[in-house]
């Protein structure tokens, strides 16, 4: 299933719950959909803030994802 589809069924799930509620196999199933969605979420973002470059007036440059972006990947 890619994210288009889990998505789509994210939102199904939270639908279906508001009108008639889900049984706790579709509940159990919208948990895990919900934390794989974070999940892919934070590695896109951590992804995009390792790859950040600051360049100082002198010229230099500091890859602030080698500086500190192995310290937290434990999320």
């Known amino acids: 299933m890619n994210m288009e589809e889990r998505i789509a069924r994210i939102n199904e799930l939270y639908h279906k719950s508001k009108k008639e509620g889900l049984s706790e196999e579709e509940k ?3 948990a895990i ?3 794989e969605y974070v999940a892919s979420i ?4 951590r992804g995009q803030l390792n790859n950040i470059t600051i360049e100082h007036p002198d010229g ?3 890859n602030l994802g080698e500086k500190y972006g192995k310290r937290n990947q434990g999320y």
């Not at 934070?42 to 973002?45: G, I, K, T």
């Open 60 to 62: 230099t440059r500091e």
């Open 42 to 45: 934070r590695a896109n973002l």
């Open 33 to 35: 959909l919900r934390k």
């Open 28 to 30: 159990e199933e919208q």
